[in-house]
């Protein structure tokens, strides 16, 4: 079953190497990373796999690795060949010398009930911890890459709301079509995180939200379940 749970962002500025001179901006988001992670430990699971979206769905070994230098900085990750996608990549930087048992890649555009279904395959055997890697949407405001969609704060604050009351029904009701057209990279990693929690039943886990912005008309949130 899922004992514990983390959500973070994965955009590419995580990393403070690639940040450069603007890296402190991101320093409560990586701070509120760091507090989620705790979490993880303290729940002490049997088994931590990373999910995250990606343009194909893949599973890797615990050990796998990967790279920012498409995105202009020298950082690597994990052992061996680069394979993990971004997501995963930075998920794997957030946890440090941390084990990992495994990392999810789901399609950013994977239908829901696969998503769902792919979580509570994830949380059946043992105590199971999971990271997420979700970015909100990228339509928020003027300066967004996908431009600004009047629709896109109200959805925002719905998955603002979910993360942080673990309301894992809210999750899996999110719309693919509507979560493409306001540009949210994080819809089909949280389905995959519903999916896992429904094994445990309402109510079983409970939320906070360690933080919630949008430096950069992308809207990043942080939460931890327990």
């Not at 909100?136 to 300066?143: D, H, I, N, P």
């Not at 998955?159 to 029904?169: C, G, K, P, Q, Y």
């Not at 899996?172 to 995180?193: F, K, M």
């Not at 912005?213 to 809207?219: L, S, T």
Request: charged share 20%.
């Amino acid at each position: 079953m899922l004992v514990a749970a983390a959500v973070c962002p994965h955009p590419p500025l995580m990393v403070p190497e690639l940040a450069g001179a603007a890296a402190h901006e991101l320093d409560g988001l990586r701070a509120a990373c760091r507090d989620a992670l705790a979490e993880l430990d303290a729940a002490a699971p049997d088994r931590l796999v990373v999910v995250g979206g990606a343009e194909s769905a893949g599973s890797y070994g615990g050990g796998a690795a990967g790279t920012l230098r498409p995105w202009g900085v020298d950082v690597v990750v994990g052992e061996g060949e680069p394979v993990l996608p971004l997501s995963l990549t930075i998920g794997r930087r957030l946890l440090g010398e941390r084990p990992v048992d495994g990392f999810e890649a789901v399609a950013f555009d994977a239908e829901p009930a696969g998503c769902l279904a792919l979580g509570e395959s994830l949380a059946r055997d043992g105590r199971v911890a999971l990271l997420v890697m979700a970015d909100g949407s990228a339509r928020l405001t003027a300066k967004s890459p996908g431009y600004h969609h009047p629709d896109a704060e109200a959805y925002h604050r719905t998955l603002v709301r979910a993360v942080a009351d673990a309301d894992a029904a809210a999750l899996a009701g999110l719309d693919p079509e509507r979560a493409e057209e306001l540009w949210v990279a994080g819809r089909a990693a949280l389905q995959v995180l519903a999916g896992a929690a429904g094994r445990g039943g309402p109510g079983a886990l409970k939320g906070r939200l360690l933080a919630d912005v949008a430096p950069y008309g992308v809207g990043y949130f942080v939460a931890a379940w327990s």
